[in-house]
Structures are given as structure tokens and as C-alpha cells.
């Protein structure tokens, strides 16, 4: 089983995050920020990655902080978790439908981190959500893990759907590119010898 823990104390943050890349979809996640709750479960369901989150942060302050930590510490764990990578698929894509929302996602696992993020989230919060978090948590998210990760929406009209779209994608993408071959189980997945 491919599991980590972490844990990332901050003035800012103080967060314990677990994570099991081979599990059936339990989530049991309270970031201080209900809306970032809500898309950490969509992700993991969808994912069908079992992860647990905690987090205390200055959300007195706003949930800057928080959200953009709370990335950093899954990509983290994901880089913890996935190993020597060998047998790994690497790539992974997948387009999804949220309602009126369509979002892509395509991503590879490269050991360089790069985020292109072309969606257009029509207002500033969700709730008490600033939306333009979500770019800050995907930019700490592929940082720490050495993503390069490619958001582009292809429609859409509702925030809520849109950003909805964005973590149950990368969830069914990264599902796909972290998926073992068996027949390729002890190479790594690139003609350099290492990711």
C-alpha cells in the first residue's frame, strides 16, 4: 500500500495529513475552511484516494494561508507516498462535466512543476470562498509534488460548478496517472532513467 503522513507546522498553519493512494475513496477532512473541505472530499472520492486532513490556520486573518498549505502538504504527500514511481502510468487526463461546467484536466507526473490554469471563475467568492484560491492551492499542490498539471475550462457558467469540476478532474486524472502496469512494474516511466 502507498501511504504517507505528514504533518506541517507554521506560524501560519499547523496541519497532520494522511494519505493512502491505493484506498476506496475515505475522506474524513476539517481544514478550518468548509468549502476546501467539500473539494478535498470530491477529490478524494473521486480519486478513490483515502485521505484525511487536518488543519488549524489564521483563517481570523482569511483562508490564504490555509488553502495554499494545505496543497503544499498533499502534494507533499503524494511525492512521499508514490515512491520510486516505477510502473507508474505518469500521465493522466480526463474531461468533466459539473452541470453547465466543462472542465479538462491533464497532467504528468515529471518531477518539474508547472501549472497552466485557463478557467475563468465568474465571481470572487463561493460563500465565503475567495475563488482565487483555488489557483493557490493547485500552484502549492504541483510544487511539492513536482506536477505539471494543465487546467483549461471548456465551458461554464457557475463558480461553484466550475471549481467543483477542476478538483473532481484532477482527482480522476491523477487516479489514472498514478495506476501501476503491472508488466512495467520495476521501470520507471521515462528514456532519462528518473522522474
Known sequence: MRKSKVIRD???????????????GIYQNDTGCGFLNHM?????????????????????????HTVEDVGIALGN?????????????RYGNFILPMDEALILCALDISGRDCLV???NIPTQ????????????????FCRA??????????????SHHIIEAIFKGL??????????????????????GSL
Open 10 to 24: 507554521t506560524n501560519e498553519t499547523k496541519i497532520e495529513l494522511e494519505l493512502n493512494l491505493d484506498g476506496s
Open 117 to 119: 490554469f485557463n478557467a
Open 145 to 158: 509534488f513536482g506536477l505539471t498539471l494543465h487546467i483549461k475550462q471548456l465551458a461554464g457558467e457557475n
Open 77 to 89: 504527500a503524494f511525492l512521499q507516498a508514490i515512491g520510486d514511481k516505477k510502473g507508474i502510468q
Open 125 to 140: 467568492k463561493v460563500g465565503t470562498f475567495d475563488t482565487e484560491l483555488v489557483k493557490e492551492f493547485l500552484l502549492g
Open 40 to 64: 478535498l472530499d470530491l477529490f478524494a472520492k473521486h480519486g478513490r484516494f483515502d485521505l484525511q486532513v487536518t488543519c488549524k490556520g489564521d483563517i481570523e486573518v482569511d483562508d490564504h
Open 171 to 192: 482527482g480522476k486524472a491523477l487516479a489514472q496517472a498514478i495506476a501501476v502496469d503491472i508488466k512495467y512494474k520495476d521501470e520507471i516511466p521515462s528514456t532519462k
